[in-house]
């Protein structure tokens, strides 16, 4: 999973990423000191890896990971090369999703490059820099389907596509709202927009605005308001207490929070948006070697879940032992489910269930 992270300058997108991925991006009060977008990798927090692997005295444990990349905050006028342009925009295009850094603090010591704090004007400023750079690419493919429209039903089928697209696009609305059928689905893959991509807002507020989760910050409820109209995840967090977080050890972390009346970090936040945004789940190997987790998509069937672990696998996949994850603590080893009938034989339509500890049988 690949998420990009968004959002005007000063609103606080670099010290996220830092607190995040621990990679050190240069964060100033400044717009544009992220010159190249910088990317962390970040191991999902997961106990059920980790009690597996003190079950099975494991060698090596190993998380699903999450991809970031924060890329340097756009101005207006971006997509047509204002600010750092179109480098940037190039760079959203290759995420799975975007997160999108919204400021709902007022700070007069942080600069505001609109000079005030408006976090619906802040997301539409963004989101008509995503419209128009979408709408360059579009006429571009469109100038190039329509020659070939003319004796190729194929390209016909693509041109009405993009043309109902672009009308959306010139409306103000963003790719996602296009109404479209499976196979149109797949052309739209191709096409990389960057507002047919999934959006969860990051709603970044003071360390007094966290403790309840930002209800009493009205550029909180704003932003809420204005995701509930697409259907995207809003999350709030505080950045600054983020970066005070990453630096401390797991326990320290715990009771840190807990101070703070937090149940969970931004980053916990962050992980179950996305993994909701996104369809996805995961499910686990477990063995003396190796325990790991396998980020696939909900509703994945047994053999396409296996090609995740290596394509032979997939190829000749022939069937599954599965246990649930619980079960399988509780009875000590799969040998001990196995006696008591708690594992099951599963063949090709299976559809993998998160938390499955899943043994695969497979000949090639």
């Given at each position: 999973m690949k998420l990009g992270i968004v959002g005007l300058p000063n609103v606080g997108k670099s010290t996220l990423f830092n607190s995040l991925t621990k990679a050190g991006a240069e964060v100033q009060n400044y717009p544009f000191c992220t010159i190249n977008p910088n990317v962390g990798v970040v191991a999902v927090p997961d106990e059920r890896i980790k009690r597996l692997g003190e079950l099975y005295h494991t060698k090596k444990v190993t998380p699903a990971v999450i991809e970031f990349v924060d890329i340097a905050g756009l101005?207006?006028?971006?997509?047509?090369?204002?600010?750092?342009?179109?480098?940037?925009?190039?760079?959203?295009?290759?995420?799975d999703a975007i997160v999108h850094v919204v400021r709902c603090f007022e700070d007069d010591n942080i600069t505001h490059v609109d000079g005030s704090?408006?976090?619906?004007?802040?997301?539409?400023?963004?989101?008509?820099?995503?419209?128009?750079?979408?709408?360059?690419?579009?006429?571009?493919?469109?100038?190039?389907?329509?020659?070939?429209?003319?004796?190729?039903?194929?390209?016909?089928?693509?041109?009405?596509?993009?043309?109902?697209?672009?009308?959306?696009?010139?409306?103000?609305?963003?790719?996602?709202?296009?109404?479209?059928?499976?196979?149109?689905?797949?052309?739209?893959?191709?096409?990389?927009?960057?507002?047919?991509?999934p959006v969860i807002f990051a709603a970044n507020v003071s360390e007094d605005d966290i403790m309840d989760d930002g209800e009493s910050n009205p550029h909180v409820q704003r932003v809420r308001e204005y995701a509930a109209k697409s259907g995207s995840e809003v999350f709030v967090i505080c950045a600054k207490i983020e970066a005070e977080i990453s630096e401390l050890d797991e326990d320290d972390k715990k009771a840190f929070l807990s101070d703070l009346g937090l149940e969970e970090s931004g980053l916990d936040k962050l992980i179950r948006a996305s993994y909701r945004t996104l369809g996805l789940m995961s499910f686990l190997t477990a063995g003396e070697d190796e325990c790991r987790a396998w980020t696939i998509q909900i509703g994945t069937k047994a053999p396409q879940a296996a090609g995740k672990i290596h394509t032979d696998f997939e190829r000749g996949f022939i069937k599954a032992e599965v246990v649930n994850y619980e079960v399988l603590l509780r009875e000590g080893s799969l040998a001990a489910a196995r006696e008591k009938g708690l594992v099951g034989m599963e063949g090709k339509e299976y559809v993998v269930q998160d938390g499955d500890v899943i043994l695969f049988r497979f000949n090639v």
């Open positions: 101005v207006k006028g971006a997509s047509h090369g204002e600010g750092l342009g179109n480098q940037f925009l190039a760079n959203i295009r290759e995420v704090v408006d976090p619906v004007r802040d997301i539409e400023t963004i989101n008509l820099e995503l419209i128009f750079a979408d709408l360059e690419v579009l006429e571009r493919r469109i100038s190039k389907v329509s020659r070939q429209a003319k004796n190729d039903k194929e390209a016909a089928k693509e041109l009405d596509l993009l043309k109902r697209i672009k009308e959306k696009l010139e409306a103000g609305q963003p790719a996602s709202t296009v109404e479209r059928s499976d196979e149109e689905n797949k052309l739209m893959s191709g096409f990389a927009l960057l507002t047919d991509k």
